[in-house]
């Protein structure tokens, strides 16, 4: 079955930096389009940030030119590198990929907590 593991979530300073790391298993990773979402308390999940299977990207206005995304195929693991985190960014973080006539998965997320 299809399985997302996330790592990586701490609390931080303002200013600071953190990488996530989510392992995927029981999909064959390379053919699947990989996202990172987010939810603060009282508010709705919104999307961080997404790789396509092909390496291309998309951030969210709140993140871009802060975040990273990136994937290693090898180790069937997705990242994001968040630098100049913001208390604003405080959220579970959740790895999600979507398959073909199975549904949406998601990791059980993240605690990202940054301090001011």
């Known amino acids: 079955q299809v399985q997302l593991v996330e790592s990586g979530g701490a609390l931080v300073q303002a200013g600071g930096s953190l990488r996530l790391s989510c392992a995927a298993s029981?999909?064959?990773?390379?053919?699947?389009?990989m996202d990172w979402y987010r939810q603060a308390p009282e508010k709705q999940r919104e999307l961080v940030a997404f790789t396509s299977s092909g390496g291309s990207t998309y951030y969210a206005d709140s993140v871009k030119g802060r975040f990273t995304i990136s994937r290693d195929n090898a180790k069937n693991t997705v990242y994001l590198q968040m630098n100049r985190l913001k208390p604003e960014d405080t959220a579970v973080y959740y790895c999600?990929?979507?398959?073909?006539?199975?549904?949406?998965?998601w990791g059980q997320g993240t605690q990202v907590t940054v301090s001011s």
């Open positions: 029981g999909i064959i990773f390379r053919g699947y389009n």
């Open positions: 999600h990929v979507s398959v073909a006539r199975l549904g949406d998965y």
